[in-house]
């Protein structure tokens, strides 16, 4: 039985085997197989990983994944992966992976469950009120560890700072007025703010069953540490003003990581850190540590520039680590 147990979060950067160059996807595969393999993660979290089909409306198949995993200890972990909207078959782009060394007990995605899609004036189309939905879900796993202990687990990816597409606002990929493109990224942020809003009401869920429950929110946040999102995930008591709140509050792992070590993106020659793990009171006195493994990092605007078919992702993974204390 293992006290020990490593959890990991690693954004792919769309991991497809569908590429035009016929090398690109095995060049992929062999740069990104031994950084998963250093993680030697007992639990990881995948985002945008894409699935392929076979026909129009059949089956879709996580082929690419199951390639990047072949060979690897996490070729026979436990998966769970997130759904469509129809919740029928994974998505073409972007699907949210779990794997699992522990059994994974029961799973689960939530997409407007807890929060339902803010209806917001369109004004630069001027067509009304028009629901705004999440670009993808979230995924909970209840994993089992060993000594029957359930850790709650979500793996996130947040809507990027990045503007939402407002149809006839664009032509050749550029904004046709600044009011269109402002809106567009009003949109944008609503979308992450909600995603964490919704997270963190199904993490206040698990508290109000279980003060001391194991609880771990990795994944793509797309988010400082200060920012929105990742506030409101994390839940401060300085932030409710209320002492008697603060064993409900998350805790970033990587603040115990030195501030030249701490970035998972470096955008346009800044460094940020936008993949994050959080996790419950209970679980931080688990915790012995964390590694970014960031040592080949390009920048994510400048390098796809100078680089034809990278095969990086642009997101370092980030592991921490967590030891059961013994009972005394």
């Not at 085997?17 to 062999?30: C, M, N, V, W, Y």
């Not at 540590?289 to 796809?304: F, K, M, Q, R, V």
Request: hydrophobic letters at 40%.
């Amino acid at each position: 039985m293992s006290r020990h147990h490593r959890i990991a979060t690693f954004n792919l950067e769309n991991l497809d085997d569908r590429l035009k160059e016929p090398q690109a996807f095995s060049e992929r595969i062999h740069v990104l197989r031994p950084q998963l393999e250093r993680l030697r993660a007992d639990i990881l979290c995948l985002q945008e990983v894409n699935a392929s089909e076979e026909s129009n409306h059949g089956p879709r198949h996580l082929t690419a994944l199951d390639a990047l995993l072949e060979s690897t200890a996490y070729q026979h972990y436990h998966r769970l992966v997130s759904l469509n909207r129809g919740g029928k078959r994974f998505s073409d782009h972007h699907n949210l992976v779990i794997l699992s060394r522990h059994p994974i007990r029961t799973g689960c995605q939530i997409w407007h469950d807890l929060v339902p899609p803010p209806r917001l004036a369109q004004i630069a189309e001027a067509g009304g009120e028009q629901p705004l939905e999440w670009d993808r879900p979230l995924l909970k796993a209840e994993i089992e560890l060993d000594g029957g202990e359930i850790l709650h687990l979500f793996n996130l990816h947040l809507r990027a700072p990045r503007a939402a597409h407002l149809e006839g606002h664009k032509q050749h990929g550029v904004w046709c007025s600044v009011g269109a493109w402002a809106e567009g990224f009003f949109q944008a942020s609503i979308k992450a703010a909600g995603q964490a809003l919704e997270a963190r009401l199904a993490v206040e869920q698990i508290f109000t069953a279980d003060p001391q429950a194991l609880v771990a929110v990795c994944g793509d946040l797309n988010a400082l540490d200060r920012e929105a999102p990742v506030r409101t995930l994390r839940g401060d008591e300085e932030d409710t003003g209320n002492g008697l709140l603060a064993h409900r509050s998350l805790i970033p792992v990587e603040r115990s990581l030195p501030d030249s070590l701490r970035h998972s993106v470096i955008h346009h020659g800044r460094p940020l850190m936008l993949d994050h793990i959080l996790v419950s009171r209970r679980l931080l006195g688990w915790y012995r540590g964390a590694e970014l493994h960031n040592e080949t990092l390009g920048d994510e605007l400048i390098s796809p520039s100078l680089i034809a078919n990278a095969p990086d992702s642009y997101h370092a993974p980030l592991v921490a680590e967590f030891v059961k204390p013994h009972k005394g």
